[in-house]
């Protein structure tokens, strides 16, 4: 993501990977195991999994491993209709579970075609089948909903989830907004692939996640499926409707690219995305293959104030500038491919991203990575930048604030700095690789940070991560 406090500032301006794949889902199914406390006959999914800063989000008991959404939306009245359908896997015994969502009308749930019956509390949907769920039974839950979608607030004040837009809707998930309109597993623990049928009215566009594999118009309204091949969390999916001007075509990478660009924003967008090509191997040369099959962009015109990495397809509020495209771009290993096991663990997104600004910067004739560092250790202590360390932020409301941003990235220079480019730039690379597709934590990131290099780097981490105020200089 682009914080708001940041945007403006910005726009100034293969066998290894296949045991990494094969290992990723079983870690998170473990992950989610372990939150909901002791598995016996008969127990009730945990209604989070946990997270210290969102500790509804997600369920315990299950894990999705697909989404098929059916969803039609009407732009002018702003009616939603949707049918999620679940393909999930026990990882206890369940009497019972939860689905993340927020607002929308429930109509109907069952589970193996059988009904169930279901109650709402908060942001939970509760289920309980006709039949108990063995521990490790694939199960399919099928949610019939609809209603008006509207964003959540998030906890530092931003609108999350589906905004309506006045021709369609800036559908932006990050960190909970997934819940506004379908029934999820709502925490990056959490990854499925997915499967999207849209319909929307004739001459706007629904562009979701993944590759474009139909596109029909009958009776006034056009239909758009879309599938999303690798595991992603739900705070990445779009279903983004809209005005759009549409352009496609691979890369020679093989690289699937469909941008849609709302025509208010087309001409500044254009000289931006035309680089979206080179900048997409740039980063390949640096952390590793491109780790989706599809790429592009949404640029919408909408006032929510951010950026977001929505996987293959990040999605802008306006033309975005390069480096807001870089620093999105970069998220797709890191965040997207790589995801985060808890939101405090954030900076392993947002300053691997902010870095990796630096370095295209450094590579392309602008400031150096060093010159970026000097020009933000100069500010004073008293500066915000300092107010909390990046390796904890303390709350929801912190996780998009400068120092998780640039102090993050100050965290991956001294880094650079400790063991040099030619360990620094393989540790990069490592870590997307051996993590791709799959979940990281920093504490993951420091042991390969010191096998890689062969050095004590803790007291490095403990300084630039988790320690309050501004570090003295090494």
Do not use: C
């Not at 949707?82 to 393909?87: E, K, Q, S, Y």
């Not at 999930?88 to 059988?114: C, E, H, I, P, W």
């Not at 979206?276 to 590793?288: N, Q």
């Not at 491919?337 to 870095?355: C, M, P, Q, R």
């Amino acid at each position: 993501m682009t914080a708001p406090q940041d945007k403006a500032a910005g726009r100034r301006s293969a066998v290894l990977r296949r045991e990494a794949v094969l290992a990723a889902v079983p870690v998170a199914v473990a992950a989610l195991l372990g939150a909901t406390g002791p598995a016996t006959a008969g127990t009730a999914g945990a209604s989070g999994v946990g997270d210290p800063y969102f500790p509804l989000s997600g369920n315990g008991g299950f894990h999705v491993e697909h989404y098929d959404l059916t969803l039609g939306y009407d732009t002018s009245s702003r009616h939603l209709d949707g049918t999620a359908v679940l393909t999930a896997r026990a990882t206890q015994a369940l009497s019972r579970f939860d689905l993340d969502l927020k607002g929308l009308k429930v109509t109907g749930v069952t589970v193996d075609r059988a009904a169930a019956t279901f109650r709402r509390s908060g942001q939970e949907l509760v289920v309980t089948p006709r039949h108990a769920l063995r521990d490790r039974q694939q199960f399919t839950i099928t949610v019939r909903y609809n209603g008006t979608p509207a964003p959540v607030t998030d906890p530092d004040g931003s609108a999350d989830g589906w905004v309506p837009t006045d021709d369609g809707a800036f559908v932006a998930g990050e960190p909970q907004g997934s819940m506004t309109w379908f029934p999820s597993n709502g925490h990056p623990l959490d990854k499925s692939t997915y499967d999207f049928t849209l319909t929307v009215p004739k001459g706007r566009t629904a562009v979701a996640n993944g590759v474009l594999r139909s596109e029909h118009t009958a009776n006034g309204r056009t239909t758009f499926r879309w599938h999303q091949a690798e595991p992603m969390a739900a705070y990445l999916a779009t279903a983004t409707v809209g005005n759009f001007q549409v352009e496609k075509y691979t890369t020679p990478d093989g690289i699937q690219v469909y941008n849609a660009v709302d025509p208010r924003e087309a001409k500044e967008a254009a000289p931006v995305l035309k680089k979206l090509p080179s900048v997409l191997a740039w980063e390949s040369k640096l952390f590793g293959p491109y780790p989706f099959r599809a790429a592009g962009s949404i640029v919408d015109h909408a006032d929510v104030g951010y950026a977001l990495e929505t996987q293959t397809r990040p999605i802008y509020d306006s033309a975005p500038d390069l480096s807001t495209l870089v620093h999105e771009s970069a998220h797709q290993w890191f965040g997207d491919s790589v995801a985060l096991t808890s939101w405090k663990d954030i900076w392993l997104n947002e300053g691997f991203a902010t870095y990796a600004e630096w370095l295209y910067s450094e590579q392309h004739g602008g400031d150096s990575a060093q010159k970026s560092f000097d020009a933000l250790y100069a500010r004073p202590a008293s500066s915000h930048l300092w107010a909390f360390p990046p390796g904890n932020p303390g709350s929801g409301a912190n996780i998009f604030d400068t120092p998780v941003y640039s102090r993050g990235a100050m965290t991956l220079h001294e880094l650079r700095r400790a063991v040099g480019d030619k360990a620094f730039f393989r540790i990069l690379r490592d870590w997307a690789t051996v993590h791709r597709g799959g979940h990281g934590t920093t504490a993951q990131f420091i042991a390969l940070s010191e096998r890689v290099s062969g050095k004590n780097l803790g007291p490095l981490f403990h300084t630039w991560l988790h320690t309050k105020g501004k570090p003295a200089k090494a």
